[in-house]
């Protein structure tokens, strides 16, 4: 059960920032609360979630700490404006904006190559845009950019994407699945990417999409009798995004 809940932490976090949102309009249609006054917690509470999660999920993998810690920062930020303790303006974050994109520029042409291998720094995680892997799981996150990955390992277990105003690209196509089945977390906010499959392999789509699409475009086409055909799960969700499955 633990396994469970981590492995797909993504789905339940943004399912309960929707639950929780409609419960809100609900109570403002009661006159209960007033919804504009809570929203404006909405998106520090986003950042301040979604922050922690990572932290908690990056299981030794620099980059990912390290854009939680920078999550937390920015909702905790965004939370302090909302109480009025202090006051932020757009034109405040803007250089930082601006340096921290000079900054990745320069790590992307001066570092040194990723290795792609597990553990690898957080320097190295924010410069990798697209590479080959063969571990047996994967972890993405895409936020306000995108990624293409190709996975050949022989043993594919499964993975976890999130896209947030960004794009992806996984491609499995020379991969196997270790037993019978494997499954994918894809969570699309704003955002979308595919996700390409071997023609031997079923697809499960247990996806929703929500003012978006969540598509198995596979060939549906039995094999022959007798051919054992592994099976891959996607689940999440495509919230104002599209995610499609195809050969």
């Known amino acids: 059960m ?12 943004f399912g309960a920032l929707i639950v929780a ?15 504009d006054r809570v929203f ?11 922050g922690s999660v990572m932290l ?19 909702g905790v930020i965004l939370l302090l404006d909302s109480l009025g303790i202090a006051h932020i303006r757009f034109d405040t974050f803007w250089p930082f904006i601006v340096i921290g994109v000079g900054l990745l520029m320069i790590w992307r042409a001066v570092g040194p190559p990723s290795s792609g291998a597990p553990g690898r720094s957080w320097w190295e995680y924010l410069r990798s845009g697209g590479s080959d892997s063969s571990g047996a799981e994967f972890n993405h996150v895409a936020v306000f950019s995108g990624f293409k990955r190709r996975t050949t390992s022989k043993n594919f277990t499964g993975g976890k994407i999130l896209a947030v105003f960004g794009g992806f690209q996984i491609d499995l196509r020379q991969a196997d ?11 699309s906010f704003m955002g979308g990417g595919e996700i390409r499959v ?19 475009e596979t060939d549906q ?20 995004g599209g995610i499609v499955v195809k050969n």
């Open 2 to 13: 633990a396994n469970d809940i981590r492995r797909f932490s993504w789905s339940f976090t």
């Open 21 to 35: 949102a409609g419960v809100v309009l609900l109570l403002d249609q009661q006159g209960l609360i007033n919804a």
């Open 40 to 50: 404006n917690f909405f998106w520090p509470a986003v950042f301040i979630l979604g």
């Open 56 to 74: 908690m999920d990056c299981r030794g993998r620099g980059g990912r700490g390290v854009t939680g810690f920078v999550f937390v920062t920015i």
């Open 177 to 187: 699945i270790e037993g019978d089945s494997a499954a994918i977390e894809a969570i």
């Open 198 to 216: 071997p023609y031997a392999w079923s697809v499960a789509m247990e996806g929703i999409g929500f003012m978006g699409g969540y598509v198995d």
């Open 221 to 240: 086409t039995p094999p022959p009798t007798g051919t054992p055909r592994k099976q891959l799960i996607v689940k999440g969700a495509a919230i104002m």
